[in-house]
């Protein structure tokens, strides 16, 4: 009879061990759960240990981790073990645990070997040059679509996840705790589950702005090769309150996060291209969503002006002459497209060479 007792309680430990690793992962601890988690760890010198094991197999599994399937088994799991405490199941709790733990457990290793797939073919959603368009999806979610964007949407009972592979969009999310909502661009991964934001992705760069809520930006490029490597994965999530942005350059991989004028921000909305401080080679890129005539930058110097102020949505006339005749730039029109250029551009381009 002891030695089932001993077993019941190591494997109760474990148990509550993976019960703590996912509450921690999901969200941050109340003052009273610290203060209960504290006091478990205190308890037992083993029950160290056994939050060490489980904190090293969800290390493992990181690299996958801002994926929705597996945010929306971790959520299911949390939810059935706060049912199943509220109601005093100790056995079936247990039970429960394990099985929740396990499924996580096994999801990981699936898909940690490629095994992660779409269940069917994604809905596309795209606009042309000059063209924007909301769209309603199925969730009751709504996506307002910036001209010149495409993105991919894979809804499914586990999961919520949308590509956008050019251009951008503004996202207003029907809250579903089980099924978070993951928009990948890029390198990086924005996991929501009801909030308001957007994501637009440049040739170099990403920028995700908060409107309302909450999200997670993850780089999934770095964590997927400390996975493959087989390292620790140590890279930041970065956490987004209201009114912030992050801009993450795509080669690199830096990051930083910058307060915001949200209402400037949905200028695009209303049909007005806004411009903060930014390079005009990334804002020849927005202005090119909306432009008959496409507008090319001729040299590295002339990229790095910073551009300010708000354009109308094609009226590519007004932002040239605008930078023109604000920077030592000149401009023509030769087979369908302008060419913006640093006046004497021989001599910049020579200053650009190592």
């Known amino acids: 009879m002891t030695p089932q007792n001993d077993n ?17 992962a999901e969200r941050p601890l109340t003052s009273a759960e610290q203060a209960d988690f504290d006091e478990w760890l205190a308890a ?20 996958i981790a801002e994926l929705p399937g597996f945010l929306s088994l971790r ?15 100790r056995s079936s709790r247990s039970l429960t645990r394990r099985h929740a733990f396990g499924a996580l ?19 596309v959603y795209a606009t042309t040059v000059g063209e924007r368009r909301i769209v309603r999806l199925d969730d009751g979610s709504s996506v307002s679509l910036d001209a010149a964007s495409r993105m991919l ?45 957007s994501v637009e992705l440049l040739k170099d760069q ?52 910058l307060p915001v004028e949200a209402d400037r921000s949905l200028a695009w909305e209303g049909g007005r291209v806004d411009f903060v401080d930014m390079p005009l080679a990334d804002a020849v890129e927005r202005i090119n969503r ?24 094609g009226d590519t006339d007004s932002f040239v002459k605008g930078v023109t005749s ?15 250029k640093t006046v004497n551009s021989g001599i910049a381009e020579e200053k650009d060479r190592p």
């Open 8 to 24: 019941d309680g190591f494997a109760d430990q474990e148990e509550r061990a993976a019960a703590w690793c996912l509450r921690i």
């Open 44 to 63: 037992d010198e083993r029950h160290g240990q056994y939050f060490e094991q489980m904190v090293a197999a969800w290390q493992c599994t990181d690299a």
């Open 75 to 89: 959520a299911k799991a949390l939810t059935t073990m706060e049912n199943a405490r509220s109601h005093n199941e």
């Open 105 to 123: 457990t096994a999801f990981a290793l699936t898909a940690g070997a490629g095994a992660w797939y779409w269940a069917e073919s994604p809905d």
């Open 153 to 197: 949407v894979s809804f499914t009972e586990e999961r919520r996840s949308i590509t956008l592979e050019r251009g951008r969009a503004k996202f207003d999310v029907a809250k579903d705790p089980l099924r978070p909502f993951t928009v990948t661009a890029g390198s990086q991964s924005v996991v929501a589950v009801g909030t308001s934001f």
């Open 206 to 257: 990403l920028r995700v702005l908060l409107f309302e809520g909450q999200v997670a930006v993850v780089p999934r490029a770095a964590a997927a090769g400390a996975i493959k490597a087989g390292r620790p994965v140590t890279h930041t999530t970065k956490q987004l309150l209201p009114g912030q942005e992050l801009v993450a350059d795509l080669s690199s991989g830096a990051a930083e996060v």
């Open 290 to 313: 909306y432009a008959a005539s496409p507008i090319v930058i001729g040299d590295a110097a002339a990229g790095r002006h910073l551009v300010n102020g708000v354009f109308d949505a």
């Open 326 to 340: 604000l920077y030592p730039l000149a401009a023509h029109e030769e087979g369908g497209q302008i060419t913006i």
